[in-house]
């Protein structure tokens, strides 16, 4: 599986702080603002998000 | 066994978003904590991925669609407020202009729109990401969109 299949097959709020992240550079501030979450949130959110990128890329992270 | 209550602040720490002093006490458990090591050079791993796999560059387009979305979301309560003036004042319209219905001053008759009103009411086609990378910009404004709905 290759980046954007495994990103595709995030669930949506995982996807977004994925891509404003990593593709947009937005720091965790803005994206917080930006999705209207707390700061935690984003932080938990980007967490999980990385450990599914993990799972769906164990080949390439392990 | 459980996780290390440490493990979920890692993410932040290796994008730099931590404090200094939280930061500092990341370090001081790194040191201690093999689980949360190794926690970390997972992290690592993946983010070497993104630029060593294909890794999808965001086309100006793309993030001028997604930019524009964050705006959208941004100026929603200013758009709303507007809304609702312009309701006020469509209201005023209506009953001034009431008294026309009453004598009408000549005009077309309704019937089959104009050519460029239908064309105003079409579905716009350039909506269809056209890439990868269009795609992942439509996600990303399409799930705002969702997000910012009232």
Redesign the interface.
Known sequence: MDLVAAIAALSLEHRQVVVLRQLDGMSYEQMAEVLGVPRGTVESRLFRARRELQRLLKDHCQ | MSECEW??????YV?G?LPEELAGQVRQHLSACANCGAELR??E??SA??G?????A?PARA?DR?HAS?DQ?TWRPVVRLAKAVCGVAAAVLIVCLSGLLWHPIGGPPAGEPRSWEAQAVAPQAADQPDS?ED??AM??VN??S???AP
Do not use: F, N
């Not at chain 2, 493990?7 to 932040?12: P, Q, V």
């Not at chain 2, 060593?52 to 999808?56: E, F, G, Q, V």
């Open positions: 493990a979920s602040r890692l993410g932040a994008d978003e997972r992290l791993r993946l991925l993104w060593a796999l294909d890794s999808p965001m993030l997604l964050v979301l990868t795609q992942l996600w990303m799930g705002l969702e997000k910012g």
